[in-house]
T-cell receptor
Framework: KNQVEQSPQSLIILEGKNCTLQ??????????LRWYKQDTGRGPVSLTI?????NTKSNGRYTATLDADTKQSSLHITASQLSDSASYIC???????????FGKGTTLSVSS | EPEVTQTPSHQVTQMGQEVILRCVPI?????FYWYRQILGQKVEFLVS????????KSEIFDDQFSVERPDGSNFTLKIRSTKLEDSAMYFC?????????????FGPGTRLLVL
């Protein structure tokens, strides 16, 4: 069964600190992996998209990595800001169709 | 910057009633999607739509659901006879490129509450 698992479920960090969020997936065949940021009560906003041939992709203070062999991805946030407080969702697309498979997300809280 | 819009932002309805959720995708996008998110749970795919027909749908998207693109701008999701378990946030998304690679832009969502 195609699944996306994320850890930790929630995380609290101090403003200015770095953090890394993890994603493991069992989706097969694999097309691409995306990280989305979702503020409470809002729609997800795309941060990065990576295909199987890409190992890393950055978007400002967000850096995503992908290991297609171990089926793992991470999202690293540097110099966190209060506005980074949100849910970060790992989303995988299988080659067979267009449906996106969502993880449950990691809830990040950045405090001052 | 172009964005996906959805109306209404909130809707309360009685069980058994029909509801229509409306979306205006980004104007030059070709692929359209509906997702739902039950409170506290993950986002779930409902249906994708391309070239005026459904290209893929999930098990959730049963006969009670239908989608339509009635004109060049709107994309609607209809639930014919709502059930309590249909209470959720419904997101519309659109993308320019093929859904396999293209970035999907999400709307702000419609929060549906079925009583």
């Amino acid at each position: 069964k195609n699944q996306v698992e994320q850890s930790p479920q929630s995380l609290i960090i101090l403003e200015g600190k770095n953090c890394t969020l993890q994603c493991n997936y069992t989706v097969s065949p694999f097309s691409n992996l995306r990280w989305y940021k979702q503020d409470t009560g809002r729609g997800p906003v795309s941060l990065t998209i990576m295909t199987f041939s890409e190992n890393t992709k950055s978007n400002g203070r967000y850096t995503a990595t992908l290991d297609a062999d171990t089926k793992q991805s991470s999202l690293h946030i540097t110099a966190s800001q209060l506005s980074d407080s949100a849910s970060y969702i790992c989303v995988v697309s299988a080659q067979a169709g267009t449906a996106l498979i969502f993880g449950k997300g990691t809830t990040l809280s950045v405090s001052s | 910057e172009p964005e996906v819009t959805q109306t209404p932002s909130h809707q309360v309805t009685q069980m058994g009633q029909e509801v229509i959720l409306r979306c205006v995708p980004i104007s030059n996008h070709l692929y359209f999607y509906w997702y739902r998110q039950i409170l506290g749970q993950k986002v779930e795919f409902l249906v994708s739509f391309y070239n005026n027909e459904i290209s893929e749908k999930s098990e959730i998207f049963d006969d009670q659901f239908s989608v339509e693109r009635p004109d060049g701008s709107n994309f609607t999701l209809k639930i014919r006879s709502t059930k309590l378990e249909d209470s959720a946030m419904y997101f519309c998304a659109s993308t320019l490129a093929s859904g396999l690679v293209g970035t999907q832009y999400f709307g702000p969502g419609t929060r549906l509450l079925v009583l």
